[in-house]
DNA sequence: TTGTATGCGTTATCAA
DNA sequence: TTGATAACGCATACAA
């Protein structure tokens, strides 16, 4: 047994490792052989193999990832970044990014800007440093541009979810089909005999969430559709319907459309709260199909989208040029999405 | 400007990056100066520094951090190993993870081993060649002891979450008081009048799991639990609690324990789909607190874990002695946990 | 079948 | 105030 580390005043400091030049030592070769063990890029005798092995996992020697990296000119990392990663959707997309580039020998670096531009910032200016082969940008709000088209020459970037405005005709972008999802809430509410809808937006720089919305207008008509803006938070959906049920007169709509499931979950304790049943009295759809969508009282009518799979379709998009160090041409990857009709959208009953 | 890339075949290929020397060459002085101008490390005259800034951001310079790594023997990036990043635990460790991380100016490389333990080997070995600086580790499942203990030498490991049995005295542990929300949960029980209740245990091999029963048993004491080992996932407590109630005979117990919510939502669901009422006729509290926990109807009795702060303090741990290359020695952080008494249980009514 | 020499891009040491 | 040189650890072109 050789020592792991060495007392130093009581604390223990981590020993260096062996490199190529110890093994090389110890089993009475060049370096280059014991690459080329190692490797399998040339021939080496068995003995001379057999030997070198012996002493790499007598000296438990791992080549240094940083010295290739330096050598290969790439470190295979992609770096993914996402606001959130405590939130449903970016987690799911996190594991299909992860999934991709494990399935290719990569590694992922997660950045998480919490939606702070200055975090988002720094992570950029950081991974400036060539430090990653590629990025995955899901950052869920609109982005600086001007910094994310920089590093576009410096390592290929795929755009998850979220369009760039500017960057869009110049990378590959991978996101859910908002408009198909929001068309079909517009012709299920029609279906169902709705008129008049509150449509409750995301915040209106998000083309994911104008998208959502022009679909809905799309299928549903724009006649009796009442627009608001709101923020992707359960709060947000809370005060808009508390403040349109307020607005005084009869209410002026059957259903609620809310462009996420935080605002719809909003949406319902307020209607709940101003003592209308849902979906008896008004009806509510939502966007994302989130985990506990399914499981709220009443269980929501929402629209699935295919996180993983955005995910992952945007890891393999990127890894296939990252691994031919090529700029990826501009391309469009719209993945389906599923209306999930549950429990908290009902035939229209008129207002009382 | 400059090109960004050149063609080739319809191809366009990544430029090379300008390095060091192409700086000092243009700014005809020697790479060290570059060097210098950047780091701030040592005087330069105002002029010539003043000449180099400008070229670096003529050329868009910026060091390369594979040599940078190499040079420094450190890559300024952590690991984060844990099973499942879709799990709302694991998202919130992982957040705290990331926020020590980058409050230090580290970046974290996650590593998703999906509860796969030739997927965690994979990444384990691939961690080998000390590409990071050190490691926070949360299986979340009884970890290959050896692979372990093999990195300890070489790089700081702090392990999260769950006791990795071999290495608790060897490095940072940081968990949730596992023991003291058993206990919680215990008296909780006990006060409400119930005498006979089901535990549910997890994996017998986690050592969260069976110090959440110990310390249930701890406070509850042993007389009246039946035990039963499930799995942590919904179908499980589902199963379990059909079993117990199929068994044949009254029905032996008047709560359910689940060494975590989504077994507790299978044993609400068990318990429904039998006839029985929760809390009216059988009582149910579960661990975790996840975020459905206070969703769901009945909103669920459980113990709240610490996530964002064992990940925190696990990072923060692990930093300060990545930072002085130091190994760490054995210490352990045990993290509050929080009773959190909702709609699933309530005193005892005596079986039918 | 194996070894020598070179270069990857940076920073540290030493010298001027 | 600045520069030349070595070194980090590896992979590879070239040589033998």
Redesign the interface.
């Known amino acids: 047994m050789t020592r792991?580390?060495d007392e130093d005043g009581g604390?223990?400091?981590?020993?260096r490792?062996a490199s190529i030049k110890d093994v090389a030592a110890a089993a009475r070769v060049s370096p280059t052989t014991v690459s080329h063990v190692l490797s399998g890029n040339r021939p080496v005798a068995e003995e001379t193999a057999e030997r070198v092995r012996s002493v790499v996992s007598r000296l438990?020697y791992?080549?240094?990832?940083?010295?290739?990296?330096?050598q290969a000119?790439s470190?295979n990392?992609i770096g993914?970044l996402v606001p959130?990663?405590?939130n449903?959707f970016f987690?799911?997309l996190?594991?299909g990014v992860?999934?991709a580039a494990?399935d290719l020998?990569y590694?992922?670096?997660?950045?998480?800007t919490e939606f702070d531009p200055d975090?988002e910032d720094?992570y950029l200016e950081?991974l400036?440093?060539?430090?990653i082969d590629g990025m995955v940008y899901a950052s869920g709000s609109p982005p600086s541009r001007g910094r994310l088209a920089?590093l576009?020459?410096?390592?290929?970037i795929a755009l998850a979810d979220e369009v760039v405005p500017g960057l869009l005709e110049q990378t590959i972008l991978v996101t859910a089909d908002h408009r198909a999802g929001g068309r079909l809430i517009g012709q299920h509410l029609r279906e169902l005999g709705h008129r008049r809808v509150l449509a409750i937006s995301g915040p209106t720089d998000l083309v994911s969430s104008l998208e959502r919305i022009a679909g809905f207008r799309e299928a549903f008509g724009d006649a009796g559709v009442t627009e608001v803006e709101g923020a992707f938070v359960e709060r947000s959906g809370y005060h808009l319907v508390a403040a349109a049920l307020e607005d005084g007169g009869p209410r002026h709509f059957t259903a609620v459309f809310a462009a996420n499931d935080l605002m719809a979950l909003g949406a319902i304790a307020a209607l709940e709260d101003a003592g209308l049943r849902v979906p008896d009295d008004v009806s509510v759809a939502g966007f994302d199909d989130i985990?506990?969508a399914s499981?709220?009282?009443p269980r929501l009518t929402t629209v699935h989208q295919p996180a993983y799979d955005v995910g992952r379709t945007a890891g393999a998009q990127l890894l296939s040029y990252v691994h031919?160090?090529?700029?990826p041409?501009a391309s469009r990857h719209i993945l389906p999405v599923r209306l999930k009709v549950r429990a908290s959208t009902a035939p229209v009953r008129p207002p009382r």
Chains 1, 2 share one sequence.
């Open positions: 792991e580390q604390r223990r400091r981590l020993r490792p438990g791992v080549p240094a990832s940083t010295a290739r990296n330096l000119g470190t990392v993914l959130d990663i405590t449903q987690a799911e996190a594991k992860e999934d494990h020998g590694g992922v670096i997660l950045c998480n975090r720094r950081l400036r440093g060539r430090f920089s576009l020459g410096r390592f290929p985990m506990i499981r709220v009282h031919r160090d090529e700029v041409p």
